[in-house]
């Protein structure tokens, strides 16, 4: 995957590798930078009450929102470090929205989906927590596509046992 992927990233025109491209262009912006900085924007948004009518004064949070987005969608492999800030970001206990929380599960599930990657499929099975039926519906439909997409690879074992953990979640009979 590493290979192909590499081989793939100078020509290839499709929109993935086209991102990849352009994100190459900013070095120093990783997953746990976005994230703070738009745990930040969310923070100076909460104590901006000038202008409140005003569209504009959330497209900050927004742009980064969308960064975040592509940067998740097109990091392969991630690393302990990226997989520990999503993990926190789309925590049911985290302070997020829930349409960003939602946003970056799709972005795990897009990434999933052009590579395989463990730490992808923990973080979708983690996200799946019983309490949010979007986030639920997201994650599920993540790790239902990710197991299709890579049927013939093996399953490691601690993935298997949190996929047959997640039957004793409450809720998990409705889904």
Do not use: C
Not at 9 to 37: D, K, M, V
């Amino acid at each position: 995957d590493r290979l192909a992927r590499k081989a793939n990233i100078p020509e290839n025109p499709s929109l993935y590798y086209s991102t990849l491209r352009t994100l190459s262009t900013r070095g120093s912006e990783s997953i746990a930078s976005l994230t703070a900085a738009y745990r930040a924007e969310l923070q100076r948004l909460d104590m901006d009450f000038e202008s409140i009518a005003d569209p504009a004064r959330s497209r900050a949070a927004e742009d980064l929102l969308n960064s975040l987005f592509d940067r998740i969608w097109v990091t392969h492999p991630l690393s302990a470090a990226d997989a520990a800030a999503i993990a926190t970001f789309t925590a049911p206990d985290s302070a997020m929205p829930l349409h960003a929380r939602g946003l970056v599960i799709s972005a795990v599930t897009l990434g999933q989906l052009e590579f395989y990657d463990s730490r992808r499929l923990a973080l979708l099975i983690g996200a799946y927590t019983g309490t949010d039926p979007d986030t639920d519906a997201r994650a599920l439909a993540g790790v239902a596509a990710s197991m299709y997409r890579y049927r013939y690879r093996p399953v490691p074992r601690d993935i298997a046992n949190r996929l047959a953990a997640m039957k004793e979640i409450p809720g998990w009979p409705r889904h």
